[in-house]
């Protein structure tokens, strides 16, 4: 089987998935979707707070990555990264941004898009303080995207960043921060096996927000 027919030949949308009815959706996105979220829990999806971070680079080329969703409140999506990483660097050129949410065992997708503001630095400091161990030191290291000749070298760091975090543990990253999405369009688009896919667009305007459904 060659690689061109390895992908056709896989089975799509084949798994049950839950129904959506678009008429009972709250009159703003971050409700619906932290209903959408409690139930990717609890149907046992792996890792539903995961999710693709695009931005665009100095060249306006696109950029993605997956991250960890920190937070949920009434400005946005929270994440964190650290301000002096590729995407800390193109968030302070353009923040513009993307959220992507796949979770396949209920064929759901939500994307959001809108701007990245910082937090307060004493948000950014607790959630560092929060974070486990290993993401500490990791952060600490402070060359994120650097291009690596020696794995050597990343041990040695990371061993002497381990002890300085041992003699003060509270040692913290300042260049740790904490974004919030603000969004402008929050879409969630529900599968069906049929491909009569539902999909419910949220848009920010001036009165607040307008709901309208898409063609699938």
């Given at each position: ?23 009972g959706a709250p009159a703003e996105p971050m409700t619906l979707f932290a ?182």
């Amino acid at each position: 089987m060659t690689t061109r027919e390895t992908p056709r030949a896989l089975p799509v949308l084949a798994h049950q998935m839950p129904s959506f009815d678009p008429a009972g959706a709250p009159a703003e996105p971050m409700t619906l979707f932290a209903d959408w979220l409690t139930e990717a829990v609890a149907a046992g999806v792996d890792e539903p707070h995961a999710m693709t971070l695009s931005t665009v680079d100095a060249d306006g080329a696109p950029d993605a990555r997956v991250l960890i969703l920190k937070d949920l409140d009434p400005t946005g999506w929270h994440f964190a990264t650290s301000a002096i990483s590729a995407k800390g660097r193109q968030l302070a050129a353009d923040p513009r941004v993307a959220l992507t949410f796949h979770w396949r065992e209920q064929g759901r997708q939500v994307r959001v898009r809108g701007a990245a503001r910082a937090a307060d630095p004493a948000v950014s400091r607790q959630d560092f303080l929060a974070r486990p161990e290993g993401s500490r030191i990791a952060t600490l290291a402070g060359r994120q995207s650097a291009v690596l000749t020696d794995r050597a070298e990343l041990d040695r760091e990371l061993a002497d960043v381990r002890a300085r975090l041992t003699a003060d543990p509270d040692l913290v990253a300042e260049t740790h921060t904490v974004y919030a999405v603000v969004p402008t369009t929050v879409e969630f688009w529900q599968a069906d096996r049929e491909r009569r896919h539902v999909r419910l667009r949220y848009r920010r305007t001036e009165r607040g927000w307008d709901r309208e459904l898409l063609w699938p």
